[in-house]
């Protein structure tokens, strides 16, 4: 930062007006009662600003020009910054309510999932979209199967966990519950305690059944079952095959939209597993660690 | 940037209006030694501060004491902004500004102007005690109070 200006998402900016902000907003935290922080946490006040300045400028492209054009006020910007995480925060509530009513029987069973949902309810009782709107004050433990890139930030982060979330609810809803418990038990043991992904091991075993001709709704697949995967992969290219497969799956469960590209996502970061295990000199074995038979009851 | 600067430094010199009255005036040259001091200590202590409001709540609360002198004035001004960023830290953040000044200005005068016994002992104790929620110590200076 220089004396007579920044740069924020394009446009220039005067340095003064930015120190105010963060003079307010210093003042806003402290509730007046200092005027002086560690710097930590008025780093965190600055990151707070630029987070809710960009995030107006990403939501709203063509606002952000027309200020640019009649005088860049970085406090008008931040203002709406606010205002747009604070309607992000709207939209997220709703997608939390429908990750908790629309659940699955097989992810309510997990204790991670159920320990996110009550993070995410923390996460709206914590988060402050004025002073720390870049901050994520909760902690997610279920594992998404595509997870959240790192560089995104706040509400944002939040958002994005939950459509992700209500996406692999969606796909794992469109199981038999019962036979997905078992086969996850079969494959990973006790998994209601287990911080694991269940939405890619499910269309695994589905995109497993759909390639040598098994119904996708039905995912377990047994030992020959797994010989017959081995027989089937070995004598074709993997990728082309996976990806017909993913179509496969998608048509018989029905999946669309957002969930359909997990499928994909799911299906392309197979597809070097499966060249792994058929490697190996017991692929049968090799592939029992990844399609999962139902258990023998 | 340079006029928030400018707009700070002649606040602090508009206190002397007040100050005078008990023999302290910081002119020009004393206070950019103090604003210099004041960068440091900040600096050392982790800590950034908007405007100069500490200085002049420390000038407002310090300016009547008589164990401060016009020779030492600045130095002194200087050592109490350290020791104030210093226990702002070690309070947690747990005590405002125009509190934490109170406090140090009824220590300084209890141990007559020495910054050293004043800081080193019960006021760390005080504010040590405020972090953790604790009852408030007693002072060694009170001891003997109603003994006799």
């Known amino acids: ?297 | 940037m340079l006029d928030i600067a400018k707009r700070n430094t002649e606040g602090l010199l508009a206190l002397n209006d007040y100050t005078a009255k008990y023999g302290l005036t910081l002119d020009d040259k004393a206070l950019a030694l103090v604003l210099g001091r004041r960068d440091a200590a900040l600096a050392e202590q982790g800590r950034v501060e908007f405007g100069s409001e500490v200085l002049k709540k420390l000038i407002l609360a310090f300016a009547d004491s008589d164990f401060i002198e016009q020779d030492t004035y600045a130095d002194t001004m200087s050592s109490l902004l350290e020791l104030f960023y210093y226990f702002k830290g070690e309070a947690g953040e747990l005590i405002s500004d125009v509190e934490l000044a109170e406090l140090m200005r009824s220590k300084f005068d209890k141990y007559e102007g020495d910054l050293e016994y004043m800081s080193g002992s019960s006021l760390s104790s005080l504010v040590r005690a405020r972090r953790l929620g604790e009852d408030e110590p007693e002072d060694p200076l009170d001891w003997d109070d109603g003994d006799e």
Do not use: W
């Open chain 1, 1 to 297: 930062m220089n004396d007579k200006g920044l740069e924020i998402i394009g446009g220039s900016y005067n340095a003064d007006e930015l120190y105010a902000i963060l003079e307010r907003n210093c003042f806003l935290y402290t509730m007046g009662e200092s005027t002086t922080l560690p710097e930590e946490t008025a780093r965190e006040l600055m990151l707070s600003i630029l987070y809710c300045v960009r995030l107006h400028g990403t939501m709203h492209p063509g606002a952000a020009a027309s200020s640019l054009r009649t005088g860049p006020s970085l406090r008008a910007a931040y203002e709406a910054g606010v205002e747009d995480a604070k309607a992000l925060t709207k939209r997220a509530r709703l997608l939390h309510s429908d990750a908790s009513r629309h659940a699955p029987a097989a992810l309510i069973a997990c204790a991670p999932f159920k320990e996110t949902l009550d993070a995410v309810s923390t996460f709206f009782a914590l988060y402050d979209a004025q002073l720390f709107a870049h901050a994520i004050p909760c902690e997610l433990v279920y594992p998404l199967c595509r997870p959240v890139e790192e560089r995104v930030q706040g509400i944002e982060y939040i958002l994005s966990y939950l459509r992700t979330l209500n996406a692999e609810s969606d796909i794992l809803a469109r199981f038999p519950q019962t036979e997905l418990a078992n086969i996850f038990h079969t494959g990973l043991g006790y998994y209601e305690e287990q911080v694991v992904n269940l939405c890619a091991p499910a269309v695994e075993n589905a995109l497993g059944c759909a390639l040598i001709g098994l119904d996708p709704l039905h995912p377990g697949i047994d030992e020959s079952g797994r010989r017959e995967l081995a027989d089937a992969l070995i004598h074709g290219e993997t990728a082309p095959m996976l990806n017909d497969a993913a179509g496969a799956v998608c048509s018989a469960l029905h999946i669309e939209g957002a969930a359909r590209g997990l499928v994909f996502h799911i299906t392309e970061a197979l597809a070097p597993r499966l060249d792994a295990a058929l490697s190996s000199d017991e692929k049968t074995a090799a592939l029992s660690g990844i399609f999962f038979a139902q258990a023998v009851l």
